[in-house]
């Protein structure tokens, strides 16, 4: 690993994520500073570009949530200024933050998800909320699980048990986004599985079995220290276990992902994991699954972030 000295790390962005990258960023910057390398950390701001030109890093450590971090974007300015990177294409990126779009991908690959529908705003507006809510509910039941086609953190996503909280739920994810997904509500364990690539092959780690206090894993119970009891390896038969890292492992494949990445599953009760979702760009702060999944692996924290710099670094040249 000597012929890489210096890290640049993002993280921050202007996304409603700002501060859960932040902490991620500054997390990842101290694991790579205990394996001895130079790291410099950045913001997505008017600075960078010209940073990535004038003294171009040898590899960029991505630690962006939300849009611009996950959409793909920030990527294509790294491409354009030559500088590798860890972390998926552009492209990739693209399409596996499309919710709808990754999941339709998902699921051709045989792999179960959620029966559900993506509708933007406007079709409610033109064509009549309470018609088309109510042919929602027709036709997929209750409850129901609304949130934004894009974005992370539990952002605009709730849970609608009647046509109110439907409506409801429909607000709150329409001042986050422009399009909803609403989809069946699935019951079970919920479990996060990580997924790295450090050149052999993507592998699953361990799956982390997540239990909010209330009940759900929104924004207040993913990021505050106790307010979510984890379970890792989460509480499953071997042969469940198995069927979700497959799953996680997929998802990774189907939507040409690389480096690193997460994928969100629910275990129904007969055992089946279902997709719900991918992340690019996982958190990586103390109370984030994919670091407590790679510490159940036996592996150290700061060994693999320099081994993924690494890997995107050899990547690059």
């Known amino acids: 690993m000597a012929d890489l000295d210096r890290v640049l790390v993002l993280a921050g962005g202007m996304s409603p994520e700002h501060e859960v990258s932040v902490s991620s960023g500054q997390r990842v ?34 630690v962006l949530h939300g849009t611009a971090g996950e959409d793909g974007a920030i990527r294509e300015i790294l491409d354009l200024a030559d500088v590798p990177y860890v972390g998926a294409a552009p492209g990739a990126c693209r399409v596996a933050f499309d919710k709808p779009t990754a999941s339709a991908l998902v699921a051709a690959s045989g792999v179960a998800v959620p029966r559900g529908i993506a509708l933007p705003k406007q079709v409610f507006h ?19 699980f609304v949130k934004p086609d894009q974005g992370g953190s539990a952002f605009g996503a709730a849970e609608a048990v009647d046509a109110q909280g439907l409506s409801s739920a429909l607000v709150g994810c329409f001042s986050h986004a422009d399009t909803a997904v609403i ?78 990445s997460r994928t969100d599953i ?38 693999l ?12 040249r």
């Open 29 to 62: 910057a101290d694991a790579l500073r205990r394996m001895g390398l130079e790291v410099q950390v950045a913001d997505t701001d008017v600075s960078l570009l010209p940073q990535l030109l004038g003294d171009p890093p040898p590899v960029v450590f991505p």
């Open 126 to 144: 033109d064509l009549g909320a309470n018609a088309v809510m109510e042919r929602i509910i027709d036709k997929l039941g209750l409850p129901l």
């Open 183 to 260: 989809e069946q509500r699935v019951r079970g364990t919920e479990i996060a599985v990580g997924v790295v690539d450090l050149g052999d092959g993507p592998q699953a780690l361990p799956a982390v079995e997540i239990v909010p206090d209330g009940g759900v894993y929104d924004y207040a119970a993913r990021y505050t220290a106790g307010r979510t009891e984890f379970f890792c390896p989460a509480r499953l038969e071997d042969s469940v276990a198995r069927a979700a890292a497959e799953v996680a492992v997929t998802a990774h494949r189907t939507l040409g992902l690389r480096d690193i």
């Open 266 to 303: 629910i275990v129904e009760a007969d055992g089946t994991p279902r997709f719900l979702e991918v992340n690019v760009a996982p958190g990586l702060t103390e109370t984030s699954t994919l670091p407590q999944a790679a510490a159940a692996a036996g592996m150290d924290f700061a060994v």
């Open 305 to 316: 972030c320099r081994d993924l710099a690494h890997a995107a670094a050899q990547r690059g």
